[in-house]
């Protein structure tokens, strides 16, 4: 599931994420469980009532590894 991060067009982080999303251009999004919830459970909501699919990864190191950065990310999205 999540090697097709590294070679799939994609944005990287809430800021990011939030924009796509506010421009219909995300296909499905990637949520670390570890990340705040606080911050990330508005984005899931509005991708769930989009009919955007919504995919859990454990870490926040582990989908940022996967999505090709050095560092965590809470969100990752698969874009048009």
């Known amino acids: ?11 990287i982080g809430l800021k990011q994420t939030n924009r ?4 219909n251009l995300v ?7 570890d990340a705040d919830e606080r911050i990330v459970s508005p984005l899931v909501a509005s991708c769930r009532d989009k009919g955007i699919k ?5 870490t926040m190191k582990e989908l940022g ?3 090709g950065i050095d560092i965590g990310s809470a969100v990752v999205a698969l874009i048009k």
């Open 27 to 33: 296909v499905s999004i990637y949520v670390a469980r």
């Open 1 to 11: 599931m999540l090697d097709k991060l590294i070679n799939k067009k994609k944005v």
């Open 20 to 23: 796509a999303l506010k421009d």
């Open 54 to 58: 919504v995919f859990y990864v454990d």
């Open 65 to 67: 590894n996967n999505a």
